[in-house]
């Protein structure tokens, strides 16, 4: 029994895997088609990571022939920052100018077309996370001139420091300004300034202008000096608006090296320049200002203009009066302090959807010492009368709108301003090629259109393209504007006409008519 049981289960054991192959023979045959395919993929595989590596080989290749251009790069990054720092913008201008004046002579001074090239360049360059430097390089000249041209109405300043690169001179690029700003002191918003001050176009000018933004501090002031100033601006409660307050000081002639007992003094400026309240459009500045040694006549770049302004009268007049001495033939003889004047300001613009508007008042008072102010020259001469040693007060009125028809790229303005009889502008800086409408003793009248030129898009936040076409209407009401020394004789009155006969054919109205051609980059 025991060995039947295991013949059988011989024959079962060698009976088994012919089952076994019986029971799975298509599988194998799928089997092998996967291991062939997986072969395949291996070998395509293979193939592409071959490839790669030659790509690799090749990348490796370009970036080591690049390695000396990329340190060639770090080297000069360097340059490439300090080029980065400097922030340029600039602006260029022709004017055309139309110009005719009637004196209390009854004769006429006429300009028919007197054309000027203005051109400026601004930088900016920052030199630590809280120091920069700002600074603007300015050429202005008339077509035809590399000097000041003539001027029969004896009232324009030739060029002095007070405003250099602001009357038309040659065509050399001159330092208009350059100062050096220290900011976040003590990490508290104050700053300090020293340089060049930017002392001109200020507001309420830049709106017929057609500048976007604030150009300067003055306000019925336009005069280049070099000073300092220190500043602190803060924010109104609530949604109010910012403000800003500067205390400034500036030297306004240089007196030099020179023996004990010399008549001059350096004239200095102190003053403060106060944004009161600033919000969008809408803006109140303040600024009240001591120029103590006040000059008679300041140092003028002409040499020759220099030396005919210092000739007394007994160089070219006849008689020999003794206080004819305070007068000079072609100015004021020799240079002197001739006192102090106070002078202060205030303005308010804003803009309601297309009307800019400003209203600016203003005040001077004059504090002359033993020479005089305001001097009734030909009472000298005659004997009559001394210097006026006595302080008189000035006053200056001002107002503006421009509506701006922003669809067809068009302003219109018009503005008004007044100055009585002992008003002083203080505005030798001007921009109204002439004379100073802000300094007239009298009636300004100014109507003008800018139009905004369709040239194309901006290249930059900078540039605007635009033509400004006005007319000016000055009707005086006394002698002497933007002058300290002579008394403003009252050109209604016949007895002061007479004396101005013996002084200068003064100007009585003048209509001046101007078209420009802007560029702003």
Same mark, same amino acid.
């Given at each position: 029994?025991?060995?039947?049981?295991?013949?059988?289960?011989?024959?079962? /054991?060698?009976?088994?895997?012919?089952?076994?192959?019986?029971?799975?023979?298509?599988?194998?045959?799928?089997?092998?088609?996967?291991?062939?395919?997986?072969?395949?993929?291996?070998?395509?595989?293979?193939?592409?990571?071959?490839?790669?590596?030659? !790509?690799?080989?090749?990348?490796?290749?370009?970036?080591?022939?690049?390695?000396?251009? &990329?340190?060639?790069?770090?080297?000069?990054?360097?340059?490439?920052?300090?080029?980065?720092?400097?922030?340029?913008?600039?602006?260029?201008?022709?004017?055309?100018?139309?110009?005719?004046?009637?004196?209390?002579?009854?004769?006429?001074?006429?300009?028919?077309?007197?054309?000027?090239?203005?051109?400026?360049?601004?930088?900016?360059?920052?030199?630590?996370?809280?120091?920069?430097?700002?600074?603007?390089?300015?050429?202005?000249?008339?077509?035809?001139?590399?000097?000041? #041209?003539?001027?029969?109405?004896?009232?324009? %300043?030739?060029?002095?420091?007070?405003?250099?690169?602001?009357?038309?001179?040659?065509?050399?690029?001159?330092?208009?300004?350059?100062?050096?700003?220290?900011?976040?002191?003590?990490?508290?918003?104050? #700053?300090?300034?020293?340089?060049?001050?930017?002392?001109?176009?200020?507001?309420?000018?830049?709106?017929?202008?057609?500048?976007?933004?604030?150009?300067?501090?003055?306000?019925?002031?336009?005069?280049?000096?070099?000073?300092?100033?220190?500043?602190?601006?803060?924010? #109104?409660?609530?949604?109010?608006?910012?403000?800003?307050?500067?205390?400034?000081?500036?030297?306004?002639?240089?007196?030099?090296?020179?023996?004990?007992?010399?008549?001059?003094?350096?004239?200095?400026?102190?003053?403060?320049?106060?944004?009161?309240?600033?919000?969008?459009?809408?803006? /109140?500045?303040?600024?009240?200002?001591?120029?103590?040694?006040?000059?008679?006549?300041?140092?003028?770049?002409?040499?020759?203009?220099?030396?005919?302004?210092?000739?007394?009268?007994?160089?070219?007049?006849?008689?020999?009066?003794?206080?004819?001495?305070?007068?000079?033939? %072609?100015?004021?003889?020799?240079?002197?302090?001739?006192?102090?004047?106070?002078?202060?300001?205030?303005?308010?613009?804003?803009?309601?959807?297309?009307?800019?508007?400003?209203?600016?008042?203003?005040?001077?008072?004059?504090?002359?010492?033993?020479? !005089?102010?305001?001097?009734?020259? &030909? !009472?000298?001469?005659?004997?009559?009368?001394?210097?006026?040693?006595?302080?008189?007060?000035?006053?200056?009125?001002?107002?503006?709108?421009?509506?701006?028809?922003?669809?067809?790229?068009?302003?219109?303005?018009?503005?008004?301003?007044?100055?009585?009889?002992?008003?002083?502008?203080?505005?030798?800086?001007?921009?109204?090629?002439?004379?100073?409408?802000?300094?007239?003793?009298?009636? &300004?009248?100014? &109507?003008?259109?800018?139009?905004?030129?369709?040239?194309?898009?901006?290249?930059?936040?900078?540039?605007?393209?635009?033509?400004?076409?006005?007319?000016?209407?000055?009707?005086?009401?006394?002698? !002497?504007?933007?002058? #300290?020394?002579?008394?403003?004789?009252?050109?209604?009155?016949?007895?002061?006409?007479?004396?101005?006969?013996?002084?200068?054919?003064?100007?009585?109205?003048?209509?001046?008519?101007?078209?420009?051609?802007?560029?702003? %980059?």
């Amino acid at each position: 029994m025991i060995k039947q049981f295991s013949m059988l289960a011989l024959a079962g /054991l060698l009976a088994l895997p012919a089952l076994v192959s019986a029971g799975v023979g298509p599988q194998s045959s799928d089997l092998d088609r996967k291991i062939q395919d997986l072969s395949a993929q291996l070998d395509q595989l293979k193939a592409q990571m071959a490839a790669q590596a030659e !790509g690799n080989a090749a990348t490796a290749a370009k970036v080591g022939a690049l390695d000396g251009t &990329v340190t060639s790069f770090s080297d000069r990054a360097e340059d490439w920052d300090l080029a980065a720092r400097f922030k340029l913008n600039g602006d260029f201008r022709s004017r055309m100018d139309f110009y005719n004046a009637e004196t209390i002579n009854n004769n006429e001074l006429d300009n028919d077309t007197a054309f000027t090239n203005r051109f400026r360049l601004n930088m900016r360059v920052g030199v630590t996370e809280n120091v920069e430097f700002k600074g603007r390089l300015a050429m202005y000249k008339a077509w035809g001139m590399e000097s000041a #041209w003539n001027d029969d109405s004896n009232t324009a %300043f030739p060029q002095f420091d007070g405003n250099s690169t602001r009357t038309p001179s040659d065509n050399a690029l001159r330092v208009d300004r350059a100062f050096v700003n220290f900011n976040n002191i003590g990490g508290a918003p104050i #700053w300090f300034s020293i340089g060049r001050r930017p002392t001109t176009d200020g507001n309420p000018s830049n709106i017929r202008m057609n500048l976007d933004e604030r150009s300067g501090t003055p306000l019925t002031m336009d005069y280049a000096f070099d000073g300092i100033s220190m500043g602190y601006a803060y924010k #109104w409660a609530g949604d109010i608006g910012n403000g800003r307050v500067r205390v400034c000081y500036g030297r306004g002639f240089e007196d030099g090296l020179q023996y004990d007992g010399e008549p001059m003094d350096d004239t200095d400026f102190v003053g403060v320049s106060w944004d009161i309240l600033q919000k969008d459009d809408r803006f /109140l500045y303040a600024q009240s200002f001591l120029a103590a040694n006040v000059f008679n006549y300041p140092n003028f770049q002409d040499p020759i203009i220099n030396q005919l302004a210092a000739l007394s009268p007994n160089d070219g007049r006849p008689g020999n009066q003794p206080a004819q001495e305070e007068l000079g033939m %072609f100015g004021y003889g020799p240079r002197e302090n001739v006192g102090n004047i106070q002078h202060s300001g205030l303005t308010y613009m804003d803009k309601i959807a297309g009307l800019n508007y400003f209203a600016t008042g203003g005040w001077s008072r004059t504090d002359p010492n033993e020479k !005089g102010m305001f001097n009734d020259f &030909v !009472g000298m001469m005659m004997g009559t009368t001394g210097p006026n040693q006595d302080s008189e007060n000035g006053y200056h009125a001002h107002v503006g709108l421009r509506y701006d028809i922003d669809p067809i790229g068009l302003k219109l303005g018009t503005e008004w301003n007044y100055g009585s009889e002992y008003w002083i502008g203080f505005t030798p800086g001007h921009d109204d090629l002439y004379q100073s409408k802000i300094a007239t003793r009298g009636n &300004v009248y100014e &109507v003008y259109g800018i139009y905004d030129l369709p040239m194309g898009e901006a290249i930059s936040k900078y540039a605007k393209t635009f033509m400004r076409l006005g007319y000016q209407r000055y009707e005086y009401d006394y002698a !002497g504007s933007n002058d #300290w020394n002579m008394a403003p004789y009252d050109l209604d009155d016949a007895t002061d006409r007479m004396k101005l006969g013996f002084l200068q054919d003064t100007i009585e109205s003048a209509d001046q008519v101007y078209l420009t051609l802007e560029a702003t %980059f």
